[in-house]
């Protein structure tokens, strides 16, 4: 049971905690369109040098649609999460919403297809994105079936989390470029190790700052999906 004394902090808000809550979420919202606009930028910078992975050319097809729907999902998702927006056009939040799960769907099933059978760097690579891809699928499909039955608590937390994990691929260029500029003149052996390690990173870093904020900004009424299962 959820008691006024349990829980976070944050979750039985007075004036000063809406005052902290404020305070973050500036910041936040500019880190999220800055990192929305490097994923975008990555999907458009695809097609404007050559491939640094032999297997994008042995599946072209597979990978055009991986990046052209990963850049569509990064220019819509961010909206989804304004709150003025979903009050004021509610029937558009529910039409994009629909649509940015279909275009997850295949992003995350793609991801997993490049991951796991071209991986850039190997057996490194196939782990991280066996565990993160599937992560952005379960929550894409926790997010829908939350929201449709009318748990919209539970299909906000589970949609951050799936927007996190898609930013994370901005976040890895981020710390990627910088150590293989820090790394100079790698070699294959130690390229692999840096990818390797600026997935791990991106992925952990943009999944715990989404777990922070959900609970920060969590209501003291929010069902846990455990107890919404026993109700
Ligand atoms: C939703 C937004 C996404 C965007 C904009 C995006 C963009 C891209 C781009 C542009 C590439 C080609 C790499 C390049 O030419 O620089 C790529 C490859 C890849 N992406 Fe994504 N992606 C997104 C989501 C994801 C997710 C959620 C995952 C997995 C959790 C993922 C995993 C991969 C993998 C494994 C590759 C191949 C990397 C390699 O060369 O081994 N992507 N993505």
New binding site residues.
Partial sequence: MVTPSSGHPWEHSGKEDWMTRQTVLWPLGVAVGFLALI??G??V??YL?E???P??LEYPTI?AV??VL??L??TLAPLQFVRRIRSRHLAYHRRTGRLLVAI?LV??AT??F??LV????GWG?RVI?GL??SL?LIALLKGLAHVRAGRVALHREWMIRAFA??L??ATIRLIYIPALLIVAEPTDAQNAVLWDTSFAVA?VLNTSVAELWIRATRRSGTPRARKVKAA
């Fill in positions: 994923g975008v990555a999907s910078a695809h040098q491939p640094y992975n297997g994008f990978v991986h990046v990963g850049g999902y990064l997850g992003v995350g991801a997993l490049m991951g071209i991986p850039f760097s690579e994105i993160f891809g952005f994990i898609a994370a691929v992925f």
